[in-house]
């Protein structure tokens, strides 16, 4: 793979590649940048959580979602961080959603209440902070653990997806406190795209023979049973 210096070169990778793990390859699959922040190589300028726009890989997911409108980004790939261009969502989409919307999956049972819940909640706003959610979905502290499942469930089906972040404010409107996750509907996020129309007219055996035939191309060694894992969600 090409030299990665910096913000601009994994942009330019991903675009090329098409998907990436978000941080490490501990799937074996295929990683742009590994999560080594405790063993940097020597020389390099790629270094985790130091703040920096253009060397700290944490800082990129963020910067995909507000420099750019082709990059999705979000916990969908064994329930872990990834990237997905728009190149190649349609592929992704077509094998875990199928043409099928939340309400079809609720009712045959495959989608739970808070899930539901939590999808109707963003979509009634268009988009949400992960505290807004939590306090208009009605989630208490004690279903925490239940949310945080809903939550990534809803990613790996993609259903919905991260689209930047939000600080909280006070009654004087200013900003205090971390840094929100906010989310929207994956149609929402894709929807001055051909992404869905896409989508629909691939078949199950096109779209996985794509995934399949670009995810051994980055990484020869990937293993089939882990590959469909990583291409269904499942």
């Not at 080594?36 to 253009?54: A, F």
């Not at 929807?191 to 399949?212: G, P």
Request: charged share 30%; proline share 3%; net charge negative.
């Amino acid at each position: 793979m090409d030299d990665l210096n910096g913000f601009n070169d994994f942009v330019r990778i991903l675009l090329a590649s098409g998907f990436s793990m978000g941080g490490g390859d501990d799937e074996g699959i295929y990683a742009i940048v590994g999560y080594d922040w405790l063993n940097v190589p020597p020389g390099s300028p790629i270094v985790w959580h130091t703040g920096n726009q253009e060397t700290d890989p944490w800082e990129w997911r963020i910067r995909v979602l507000s420099e750019r409108g082709d990059i999705a980004y979000a916990k969908c790939f064994f329930k872990k961080s990834g990237y997905i261009t728009q190149e190649f969502y349609p592929y992704f989409l077509a094998l875990r959603r199928v043409g099928r919307e939340l309400e079809d999956e609720y009712a045959d049972g495959l989608i739970g209440q808070r899930s539901k819940r939590i999808y109707e909640t963003i979509k009634a706003h268009g988009e949400l902070p992960l505290h807004d959610i939590k306090t208009l979905g009605g989630f208490g502290r004690n279903e925490k653990s239940r949310f945080d499942a809903a939550l990534t469930d809803l990613q790996m089906r993609l259903y919905i997806t991260i689209c930047g972040t939000h600080r909280k404010t006070n009654a004087m409107g200013e900003a205090y406190g971390w840094n929100s996750t906010v989310f929207s509907t994956t149609e929402r996020f894709w929807e001055h795209t051909d992404v869905f129309d896409r989508a629909s007219k691939l078949t199950e055996a096109d779209a996985y023979a794509a995934i399949q035939e670009r995810a051994l191309r980055l990484n020869p060694a990937a293993d089939e049973k882990k590959l469909r894992k990583f291409a269904y969600g499942r």
